[in-house]
């Protein structure tokens, strides 16, 4: 039996995976509230979070950014939604010899930009050059602290209902909670495939971005009970996994789904999935339902202009259910893996 690209894409059949070989052995580790079974997007220790992600995207600069782009925000966005404020990332690099120092100067101006803005501190790397058949590799670990608009939120929370939770949960939605996106889903994937010389004449650009610079606006606002960046899998895969951890059901609305026009004709052609395709700078939100308009005037005001609720947590069923445009209704399964290989 062979480790198949599947089991590493994002989706049901990594979470299999995962379960299988790596949380059978070590699920039960933790040093705070959030152990290795969680399967959460970050893990605390101390009053801190701590998270790292790996970066093989084909081609490394695309249509909005580059891997230096996913690899800063990427790991950043893992300890935003998490309420946490990025602090200190390590950066290592496996390069192929024979890459262009300029295509790798681009990438560290992207990896500089959103440091900067960020106002993270890159501390620690590695960098190694390896005769291989991908250009380059990045890893991130990244860690995030607590700070005054997450404690905020929660004190919101604990306004309506019991939260024992001193972080966002993946876990913490309940009955009747709003389910909010930051904005129009499916960029990334469609900016990938774009720069992969698909001949289409539409302009997409990757919405690679550092979503703490929105979601702190949220918190002030308070009353998010959970967090989840859609990347791999996208947003069904999100959906599927907020509505299992915290054991309800989630009915989504598809029309109220932002999703651009050119975007939506990309993927009707190519018959794909938006609602599955990676994004790299949106959030899901879980959040208590009268707090939920001022949420979203938080992120409208943010710049988020296309955040939208688009549906809302129910213990009438277990599954993610969609209402179509039609107005029939199915059930949303989490996608088996990542429909487009090496996206982030």
Excluded at 28 to 33: H, I, P, S, Y
Aim: charged share 25%; hydrophobic share 40%; proline share 4%.
């Amino acid at each position: 039996m062979l480790i198949r690209r599947e089991d590493g894409a994002g989706g049901k059949y990594m979470t299999e995976f995962l379960k299988k070989h790596i949380i059978s052995r070590f699920g039960d580790n933790r040093l705070g509230e959030i152990s290795l079974a969680d399967m959460d997007d970050s893990s605390d220790f101390d009053g801190y979070v701590f998270t790292t992600d790996s970066y093989v995207v084909s081609p490394p600069i695309f249509k909005g950014g580059s891997i230096g782009s996913l690899a800063v925000c990427g790991t950043a966005n893992d300890l935003a939604v998490m309420g946490a404020k990025p602090y200190a990332m390590s950066l290592a690099l496996i390069i192929q010899e024979g890459f262009k120092v300029s295509d790798f100067e681009r990438i560290m101006n992207d990896v500089e930009k959103w440091v900067r803005k960020l106002d993270v501190k890159l501390i620690t790397g590695d960098t190694k050059v390896v005769p291989a058949n991908v250009d380059i590799i990045a890893n991130t670990s990244g860690i995030g602290v607590r700070n005054s608009a997450l404690d905020y939120n929660i004190s919101v929370v604990k306004e309506y209902r019991e939260y024992p939770y001193k972080w966002v949960r993946d876990c913490g939605l309940r009955e009747g909670d709003a389910i909010i996106v930051s904005g129009c889903i499916a960029d990334h994937a469609v900016a990938i495939m774009l720069s992969r010389e698909f001949n289409f004449d539409i302009d997409v650009q990757s919405d690679v971005y550092p979503v703490w610079l929105f979601v702190r606006e949220a918190l002030e606002v308070g009353g998010i009970t959970a967090m989840k960046d859609p990347t791999r899998g996208g947003l069904s895969n999100a959906l599927n996994e907020l509505a299992e951890k915290s054991g309800v059901g989630i009915y989504i609305e598809e029309e109220r789904i932002p999703v651009r026009e050119e975007v939506k004709g990309f993927c009707e052609v190519l018959g794909l999935d938006p609602l599955s395709m990676a994004n790299e700078g949106k959030v899901v939100m879980g959040v208590v339902e009268d707090m939920a308009e001022d949420v979203l005037k938080a992120l409208h005001k943010a710049g988020q202009k296309d955040a939208e609720i688009i549906g809302y947590a129910t213990s009438e069923f277990e599954e993610v259910v969609v209402e179509t445009e039609i107005g029939t209704k199915k059930v949303l399964p989490p996608p088996t893996a990542d429909p487009i290989p090496r996206v982030c």
